[in-house]
């Protein structure tokens, strides 16, 4: 899929190895309701490492990437079978990612130390949506360079996706979000995803100074013969 933004040529097409660099700066010059991680993590390989190394390294295929001249400026990745996701997460992403905590391979400054508390803190106090896998067992992560917003990437993206998910005969997608990333939750209602749950969250407690709610959306996926 290609079309005409800025001065360059828009490009919707499956990820490459040799794109994981540029994604992973999307992810996370975006991580902060699309502002830089660094708001709230002093070293990003953390997030990258522990957050989105699965789907570059374990599932690239569910993964897409908007391009203009092959420079990538916007992604979205996805898995298929969440429970599958989270038993590799916790067989051999996160002891991987704590190991390298442990030897010092990442700088843990106050406001990772604080973060990471809090996401302890909010499992605790189950705080985090919860989503019905057999209906929804498919999820994904979206983003979209600050600098290439409003050329409809995110919509494109999206599309694709949902084709690919389609054609798998998968029955329905979910993804997590907050109300602080207002835009996002704008295209999601857009597409048809329903709000499922919403829960309030305690992440960003000195850091955001009014609420914010964690949110679970949902989409159910027709079947087609």
């Not at 391009?67 to 996160?94: H, L, P, S, Y």
């Not at 985090?128 to 360079?145: A, E, G, S």
């Amino acid at each position: 899929m290609k079309w005409i933004g800025q001065t360059s040529i828009l490009t919707i097409r499956p990820y490459r190895p040799e794109d994981r660099e540029g994604l992973f700066k999307i992810a996370a010059d975006t991580a902060f309701f699309g502002e830089p991680i660094e708001a709230y993590m002093e070293d990003r390989r953390i997030f990258l490492d522990a957050f989105y190394a699965y789907y570059t390294d374990y599932e690239p295929e569910h993964c897409w990437v908007a391009t203009a001249d092959e420079t990538v400026v916007g992604f979205i990745t996805g898995c298929v079978d969440t429970t599958r996701k989270e038993k590799v997460v916790n067989r051999e992403i996160n002891p991987r990612v704590l190991r390298r905590m442990l030897t010092g391979y990442y700088r843990i400054g106050p406001k990772a130390r604080r973060y990471l508390w809090r996401m302890g803190k909010s499992k605790q106090k189950h705080l985090y949506p919860t989503m019905d896998l057999n209906k929804f067992p498919t999820h994904l992560h979206i983003n979209v360079d600050k600098n290439w917003r409003g050329y409809g990437i995110g919509i494109r993206l999206m599309q694709m996706f949902l084709d690919q998910l389609t054609y798998l005969k998968i029955p329905g997608v979910h993804l997590g979000t907050s109300s602080e990333n207002v835009v996002a939750c704008q295209l999601y209602e857009k597409l048809v995803f329903q709000l499922i749950e919403e829960k309030p969250s305690i992440m960003w407690q000195d850091i955001v100074d009014h609420p914010v709610q964690n949110r679970a959306y949902g989409l159910k996926i027709p079947l087609r013969e």
